[in-house]
């Protein structure tokens, strides 16, 4: 799809759904929690590496539920006319979310004032976005995104990276100097999952999640079919821990209206494949030279971990992640971990 599509084809669910997404506070269902999320993905956080993925700090706004009559419902009535979102089922949610992030890229030696040219190139990426999403009768999850931002040193990855690597005590990363160029960005974003879940009794059961999606945009353009199998007590409250793009799962919803009890957890394993058209951080920036590596056309994901969570209140995702090889000369995969902290207002 060409690049000038993207603007005509999201603009009117942006326009409305920037609109609505505020307001549809005011009108969520007085037994619905909005929740706030913050995200931490790092490669330090269990190894002592410091390349690749190097750093990602997000944050998540997810709204109450739209109530039934709202206003808010209009761009989702809109996705499904257009055949992305499920039509009206037994039971329907509907959330608005918030994105605001940021992500470091780095090469694997952070020392060379001159990186090698062959090694990933240095570059920060800062965004912010709106997401829709609709769980339809606990059994389906839509999920359409729209993100912007800026790569390049007005992201700035040097300062945060080299700022906190001097209040630690460490050295700081020496080859800034060469990253991307600024260059403004859109991502643009549907996913699909499923769930099919087996119930053992008191709120204990076993589900298995698989997701289709794609993501067009400057800076990164894939196809992505993935799986998550889960087992625990109040699976039905979300579909799995939220990420930072790109991931499995990668959705920050939450509903706990039919939890058992206010505790809840699981245990959780899945896979992403992605195969990727484009990749800003690998291919570098469009519109200007720029450092560059010769990307991979396939990549892979692998996510291991558990969540907690007490009602609508607190929820804690720990989540371990191992990436195939993303280009051409990287001497292994990737590894990395995240956490995510949940607070429901």
């Not at 009108?27 to 929740?35: E, G, L, Q, V």
């Not at 990253?179 to 053992?200: C, N, S």
């Not at 206010?262 to 720029?290: E, K, M, P």
Request: no cysteine.
């Amino acid at each position: 799809m060409k690049m000038g599509v993207l603007p005509r084809l999201s603009g009117r669910v942006l326009a409305t759904a920037a609109i609505f997404a505020l307001s549809s506070l005011a009108t969520a269902r007085a037994d619905d929690t909005a929740r706030f999320t913050v995200f931490e993905e790092n490669d330090s956080i269990y190894s002592s590496s410091d390349k690749y993925y190097s750093q990602g700090l997000g944050f998540s706004w997810l709204t109450g539920d739209v109530a039934v009559d709202g206003g808010g419902n209009a761009p989702f009535d809109l996705l499904t006319d257009w055949g992305l979102f499920a039509p009206d089922g037994a039971w329907r949610s509907r959330r608005y979310e918030i994105l605001l992030g940021q992500q470091i890229f780095t090469p694997k030696d952070t020392n060379l004032d001159n990186p090698d040219p062959d090694d990933r190139p240095y570059a920060g990426w800062f965004y912010g976005g709106i997401g829709l999403i609709q769980d339809t009768d606990r059994r389906r999850l839509d999920h359409f995104e729209l993100v912007v931002g800026i790569v390049g040193p007005t992201a700035f990855g040097a300062t945060v990276q080299n700022d906190w690597h001097q209040y630690i005590g460490i050295n700081e990363a020496e080859g800034w100097d060469q990253q991307l160029h600024d260059e403004p960005g859109l991502m643009l974003t549907y996913e699909r999952k499923w769930r099919f879940p087996a119930a053992f009794g008191n709120g204990m059961g076993v589900d298995f999640i698989p997701e289709a999606g794609a993501t067009i945009g400057n800076i990164m353009t894939y196809g992505q079919i993935g799986g998550m199998v889960r087992f625990g007590r109040n699976l039905q409250a979300d579909y799995g821990p939220a990420r930072m793009r790109p991931s499995l799962s990668g959705t920050p919803y939450f509903n706990g209206d039919d939890m058992v009890g206010d505790f809840g957890f699981y245990f959780f394993a899945g896979a992403q494949g992605r195969a990727v058209a484009r990749n800003i951080f690998l291919d570098g920036n469009t519109f200007q030279d720029s450092r560059d590596v010769d990307s991979e056309a396939l990549v892979a994901d692998l996510i291991g971990g558990v969540s907690l969570f007490w009602g609508d209140d607190v929820k804690l995702d720990v989540s371990a992640i191992h990436r195939t090889k993303e280009f051409e000369g990287q001497d292994k995969p990737s590894d990395y971990a995240g956490i995510n902290l949940t607070v429901g207002f």
